[in-house]
């Protein structure tokens, strides 16, 4: 056999495999243009971005960022990833404010609760007099009959940290 032939057959046996590889990975991964299994098409998820000068995206990037510490709570860095996101994002006196609710209360300061949301959300409420006022929903269950509360958090236009936290009305 020539080394030619013995090239060959080994390059033609990858290029099918790669090719193969590529006309199925898509299917499994669920990312391809067919479609879905139960016969519609797969659904793609929706692009998120964001903007750190905007008061209402730093908002939601904290109750983000702080509800998937407090969900992982069995981790062993989730207690410091969470008192590291107030550190951050609320000033001094919201933190004070906070951990006294916390004394009193027995329930996390943040959430106003003494469990952990499943869903999130942070819409605009208004501004004026260099701050910011947003109203984040939690939404404590899946399913129609889902209970939901509702917090105002109101953040410095300047700094962009968190100046104030409280139940809504």
Partial sequence: MSVRIRRT???????????SLA???PALAGTGTGTAPTGG????????????????????????????????GEDP????????LRAFYLTAD???????????????GILFAQNVPVKWKVAPTGSGGGHATN??????????????TKIDVR?????????DLRPAG
Avoid: M, N
């Fill in 9 to 19: 057959l080994p390059t033609a046996a990858a290029v099918t495999a790669a090719l």
């Fill in 23 to 25: 006309a199925v990975a």
């Fill in 41 to 72: 098409r797969a659904a793609s998820a929706p692009a998120v971005q964001g903007d750190p000068r905007s008061a209402t995206q730093r908002v939601a990037d904290f109750y983000g960022a702080y509800i998937d510490s407090v969900w992982d």
């Fill in 77 to 84: 860095a989730a207690g410091a990833d969470a008192k590291a």
């Fill in 94 to 108: 919201a933190r004070r404010k906070v951990e006294a609710y916390e004394a009193k209360e027995h329930a996390d």
């Fill in 135 to 148: 109203r984040v929903t939690l939404t404590w269950s899946d399913g129609p009959g889902a209970q939901v």
């Fill in 155 to 163: 953040s410095d236009l300047r700094t962009r940290k968190i100046t």
